[in-house]
């Protein structure tokens, strides 16, 4: 849109996009203010989840989905802000990308340890280990 107004007003100047102002192609193409909101959004839901978590820490099952849960929202709320192709490929960077492969194999852990194995304290293994992963993974650089 900025392009179009640019053209419009004849300034030749280019200018750098910010993070908010990014034009979006695709079929979701939110303004600036969709953006934020529905970053607030996920955000305080991803909080919500993990703190009920807490209320149900004595069962593991409904501990390790709330938490993982509220845990993936909260990391996924950025995406709302830079767009998820762009938060993918900053995850998969190759500095930061042992973190993200310790983090989805915990996520994935955590999640078989309370379905599959109900086991309360593998699964508060897997959930503290992943909290850990960006220490770790910056120990393996």
């Not at 820490?57 to 802000?81: C, E, H, Q, R, W």
């Not at 989805?104 to 309360?120: D, E, N, P, R, T």
Request: glycine letters at 6%; aromatic letters at 12%.
């Amino acid at each position: 849109m900025w392009k179009l107004n640019q053209f419009l007003s004849g300034d030749d100047e280019e200018r750098e996009e910010s993070f908010l102002e990014e034009e979006s192609d695709g079929f979701c193409s939110l303004s600036p203010t969709q953006r934020m909101y529905a970053f607030a959004a996920s955000l305080v839901a991803g909080l919500a989840l993990m703190f009920l978590s807490l209320i149900v820490f004595a069962k593991p099952i409904k501990f390790a989905l709330l938490f993982t849960f509220g845990n993936v929202l909260a990391v996924g709320s950025t995406a709302f802000l830079i767009g998820p192709g762009r938060q993918l490929g900053m995850m998969f960077d190759p500095a930061r990308i042992y973190a993200t492969a310790i983090y989805i194999g915990c996520v994935v852990l955590a999640l078989i340890c309370a379905l599959l194995i109900h086991s309360k304290i593998l699964t508060v293994f897997a959930i503290i280990f992943r909290d850990l992963c960006p220490y770790l993974a910056t120990s393996l650089q």
